[in-house]
């Protein structure tokens, strides 16, 4: 283990929290986001109903609690010294230089993930105004699904408002970047006491009128209580299933927003004696109660009510934005004029503050990182990070249906934060060392910490990071493990699925969609597809590569000026 260097900042950088509270809501509002709503319920019906509340609770207290811990922990460690970005918070834990450039993964990811993370958010500030308009008035389903088409298609005018999704795209940025130029105090921690307790309010009535649906009322053919069963019916059989298990810790990853660097740069702003153990805690709980209370009580009942069974399940195959965007809006209908006027402003409502209490947590490791850096304002920094958001997702609205969103989703909201989240848990309990380590994470605790996750966060968590790193880097065809050692063994090689990162590189499922089409113009629309997710690449990567550079010209600024003691 190598000794911890101390980096010193003369950083103008002077944000902290105005309270306990906000800095608690504002930590569940990162975590807590559209895969609490949207994501979450589709997960657990494709991966044995009840069954995958075992898996997901286990991921939960072995992976999720102990990443909160490192991560909060990291961040009041860097923030001791000044430092509120990844690169240089691990830089305070060891001394080798190749760790800052692993921090560059805090910085990259934000960006990333905000670029269409705002493309999504816009959606639902586009729905709370359709539904508050009353443009899905008279809409059947497929009309309303047919809108959700022509929103993304932005050569189509829906309601006669030209470019509508990259209006809604701009404002959102916009909105994003003044609130952030407020500060912590005075911008994010104000949009989370304000955001939190609507998305509460929004999300108990939506619960409530999903398990109080009855057969014959208000349209519904089934009772509330049929989409719960149906949810919440356990599997047992898929607990042997390794794809079950993966899909529970990716759920963990995306739920708590783990292995971003955006828990770090928050926690680096709390005072050396804050508590973070229970900070951690209640945030993480927080966000368990949104994801399996309201998130499970809202999606599936209410679809089921009025679908069927049978229907949900061919909706949910194309995951949760089947049923959030191309069919919320027309059941909501179903309850009348004002209530489901009312109805959809809630829900698509609620899907807006969790997302912006998501993205303006992206927000401030950029931000730190300039006002640590290159001494930048806080103005200055909000509206830097506001410009590339806005340029680097713009290809997300242009060509969202030629796979450009999906491929930002999957290289900088899934790889990235399995990658990172493994380093940093390897520099946190082997590098650093558990004994610092955990004298950090209980130091002014007001809970007392059990002493058997010492061995948790040293040994299991590690483990079911890389088994989850290993799983999406070469996941088998189908999920099914045992027919690909069989493939293998015989001789035929490993049956990769298309959406492991191996097959994603060489974008094999599109290839064999093109070799097995007959049609020229077919063939011509997938190599044109192909065309624009190897620039999403290709942009990405230019993106990881800038903010990399830019760190070492940080670094060569600190030596310059004698910041590193």
Request: hydrophobic share 50%; aromatic share 16%.
């Amino acid at each position: 283990m190598s000794d911890t260097t101390t980096t010193t900042s003369t950083s103008t950088n002077t944000e902290s929290w105005g309270s306990r509270v906000g800095l608690i809501l504002a930590m569940a509002g990162n975590a807590v986001g559209l895969g609490n709503f949207l994501r979450f319920p589709v997960q657990a019906v494709q991966n044995g109903g009840g069954a995958f509340i075992i898996p997901y609770l286990v991921c939960f207290l072995l992976m999720g609690i102990p990443l909160l811990w490192i991560e909060w922990a990291m961040g009041r460690f860097g923030g001791k010294f000044g430092n509120h970005s990844t690169p240089f918070i691990l830089d305070t834990m060891d001394k080798r230089k190749f760790w800052k450039y692993i921090g560059v993964f805090g910085i990259f990811t934000n960006i990333a993930v905000a670029a269409y993370y705002c493309y999504l958010e816009s959606w639902t500030m586009s729905y709370v105004y359709h539904s508050l308009v009353g443009t899905f008035r008279g809409m059947d389903q497929n009309q309303v699904a047919a809108f959700f088409v022509n929103y993304v298609d932005i050569t189509t005018t829906t309601t006669g408002l030209p470019f509508e999704a990259i209006i809604f795209f701009i404002f959102c940025v916009i909105l994003n970047t003044f609130i952030l130029s407020r500060g912590l105090s005075g911008g994010v921690e104000i949009a989370s006491k304000i955001g939190m307790p609507l998305l509460i309010i929004f999300g108990m009535f939506l619960a409530y009128k999903g398990i109080t649906l009855q057969s014959g009322k208000e349209g519904a053919v089934y009772g509330g209580s049929v989409g719960l069963n149906f949810l919440w019916t356990p599997q047992f059989d898929s607990l042997w299933n390794p794809k079950v298990w993966l899909a529970a810790a990716g759920q963990i990853f995306f739920t708590l927003s783990v292995g971003m660097g955006t828990i770090q740069c928050y926690a680096s702003y709390v005072s050396r004696k804050e508590d973070i153990a229970l900070n951690a805690m209640s945030a993480g709980w927080m966000n368990e109660f949104v994801e399996v209370v309201l998130g499970s009580a809202i999606l599936i009942p209410i679809s089921v009510g009025y679908l069927g069974i049978d229907k949900v399940v061919e909706l949910t195959s194309s995951g949760g934005l089947g049923l959030g965007f191309r069919t919320m809006p027309y059941l909501f209908q179903q309850w009348g004029v004002f209530l489901g006027a009312f109805a959809g402003v809630a829900f698509f409502g609620l899907l807006f503050f969790a997302g912006i209490t998501s993205s303006l947590a992206m927000g401030t490791p950029w931000m730190g990182f300039l006002q640590d850096e290159f001494k930048w304002s806080r103005e200055k920094a909000a509206f830097s990070f506001g410009v590339i958001v806005l340029i680097l997702g713009t290809p997300t609205v242009l060509f969202f249906n030629e796979g450009v969103f999906d491929e930002y989703d999957y290289w900088a909201g899934t790889v990235s934060l399995v990658v990172f989240a493994l380093a940093e848990t390897i520099l946190f309990a082997w590098i650093f060392g558990m004994k610092k380590g955990w004298k950090e994470i209980t130091d002014g605790a007001d809970i007392k910490v059990p002493d058997f996750y010492k061995f948790v966060i040293k040994w299991v968590t590690p483990f079911l990071l890389l088994f989850v790193f290993i799983g999406s880097l070469i996941g088998p065809a189908g999920g099914d493990w045992g027919a690909a050692f069989s493939s293998l063994g015989s001789g035929n090689g490993w049956l990769l699925d298309n959406g492991s990162i191996i097959a994603q590189i060489m974008n094999k499922g599109l290839k064999e969609q093109i070799a097995a089409a007959t049609d020229p113009a077919v063939i011509a629309t997938l190599e044109r597809k192909i065309t624009y997710i190897n620039g999403a690449k290709l942009l990405l990567l230019a993106v990881f590569a800038a903010a990399a550079y830019l760190v070492y010209l940080a670094y060569k600024k600190r030596i310059r000026e004698g910041r590193f003691s």
